[in-house]
């Protein structure tokens, strides 16, 4: 009886095993990642501070005025939002009417940020996923109905990042920015393969959402952009090389039977 297939097996287990390793994907720890944590009424929108878990990022000082980061609160059939966010009821805003855009595009953009638990990991794929809101117009409820009617139309566009150690590792700028309807959410997604050696191995990794506050127009201002949802996959990457180990353990057993097969009944 020949052995060679159970062998074949016995040996495919142990390589894959070795290969992919014993670590399976994983999402990584990310506080108040679908701002629920500062609840807010039905269809309000209070702002002057960072949700729960971020922080402010704002390298040139814009916030204040008519510059506001917060949560709005968008069940189903909500004038903002009439599909609802992705995830629950609230998402993140950054809403920023009182700068007209002007300036170099690094000099007028706002956004939130978390420095996570987990650091940089050698061998690793990271994807980050974060759920882009374009918010539209409309009223907000009671009391937030004092502050009128907002015109919403228009999209000033996004950046996710992903950092570690304060250093840009991976980013998506704005991918999305010309095909998201007004009161609708897209996912954006980045992607990025850590090898055994990284200048920022070791350190603590950081998602930053940013909005680009690119300058609209009297038809389409683009004041807001909304961020829901936010995840962090982390999952082993094959080491160098073993795609081809692997591969040649699955066509070894398959020379050996072509060579006894050929031995047994020779032309």
Same mark, same amino acid.
Request: hydrophobic residues 40%; negative net charge.
């Given at each position: 009886?020949?052995?060679?297939?159970?062998?074949?097996?016995?040996?495919? %287990?142990?390589?894959? +095993?070795?290969? !992919?390793? /014993?670590?399976?994907?994983?999402?990584?720890?990310?506080?108040?990642?679908?701002?629920?944590?500062?609840?807010?009424?039905?269809? *309000?929108?209070?702002?002057? !501070?960072?949700?729960?878990?971020?922080?402010?990022?704002?390298?040139?000082?814009?916030?204040?005025?008519?510059?506001?980061?917060?949560?709005?609160?968008?069940?189903?059939? +909500?004038?903002? !939002?009439?599909?609802?966010?992705?995830?629950?009821?609230?998402?993140?805003?950054?809403?920023?009417?009182? /700068?007209?855009? +002007?300036?170099?595009?690094?000099?007028?953009?706002?956004?939130? *940020?978390?420095?996570?638990?987990?650091?940089?990991?050698?061998?690793?794929?990271?994807?980050?996923? &974060?759920?882009?809101?374009?918010?539209?117009?409309?009223?907000?409820?009671?009391?937030?109905?004092?502050?009128?009617?907002?015109?919403?139309?228009?999209?000033?566009?996004?950046?996710? @990042?992903?950092?570690?150690?304060?250093?840009?590792?991976?980013?998506?700028?704005? +991918?999305?920015?010309?095909?998201?309807? $007004?009161?609708? !959410?897209?996912?954006?997604?980045?992607? &990025?393969?850590?090898?055994?050696?990284? %200048?920022?191995?070791?350190?603590?990794? @950081?998602?930053?959402?940013?909005?680009?506050?690119?300058?609209?127009?009297? $038809? %389409?201002?683009?004041? @807001?952009?909304?961020? $829901?949802?936010?995840?962090? $996959?982390?999952?082993?990457?094959?080491?160098?090389?073993?795609?081809?180990?692997?591969?040649?353990?699955?066509?070894?057993?398959?020379?050996?039977?072509?060579?006894?097969?050929?031995?047994?009944?020779?032309?």
């Amino acid at each position: 009886m020949d052995s060679t297939p159970g062998l074949a097996r016995t040996a495919l %287990a142990l390589l894959a +095993s070795m290969v !992919f390793g /014993s670590a399976q994907a994983a999402m990584v720890d990310i506080v108040n990642h679908s701002f629920e944590n500062d609840p807010a009424a039905p269809n *309000t929108f209070p702002t002057t !501070f960072a949700p729960d878990g971020w922080s402010f990022y704002d390298p040139n000082q814009l916030i204040g005025g008519n510059n506001a980061v917060g949560v709005i609160d968008a069940p189903v059939g +909500s004038e903002f !939002f009439p599909g609802g966010v992705p995830d629950g009821e609230q998402a993140a805003l950054i809403y920023l009417a009182g /700068s007209d855009g +002007s300036g170099q595009p690094g000099e007028r953009e706002v956004g939130i *940020t978390q420095e996570l638990s987990a650091l940089l990991t050698a061998n690793t794929r990271y994807t980050l996923q &974060v759920d882009i809101g374009n918010i539209a117009s409309g009223t907000g409820s009671p009391p937030f109905d004092a502050f009128g009617f907002f015109d919403l139309r228009g999209f000033p566009g996004y950046r996710t @990042e992903l950092l570690a150690g304060g250093i840009v590792i991976a980013f998506d700028d704005n +991918s999305l920015g010309g095909s998201l309807p $007004d009161g609708t !959410f897209a996912t954006s997604t980045l992607q &990025v393969d850590i090898g055994a050696t990284h %200048a920022q191995l070791g350190a603590a990794l @950081e998602i930053r959402l940013i909005n680009l506050n690119i300058p609209g127009t009297a $038809d %389409a201002p683009g004041i @807001e952009v909304d961020f $829901d949802n936010v995840r962090l $996959d982390a999952s082993p990457v094959p080491l160098p090389g073993a795609v081809y180990l692997l591969g040649s353990v699955l066509l070894l057993p398959l020379l050996r039977t072509r060579r006894r097969r050929q031995h047994e009944h020779p032309r």
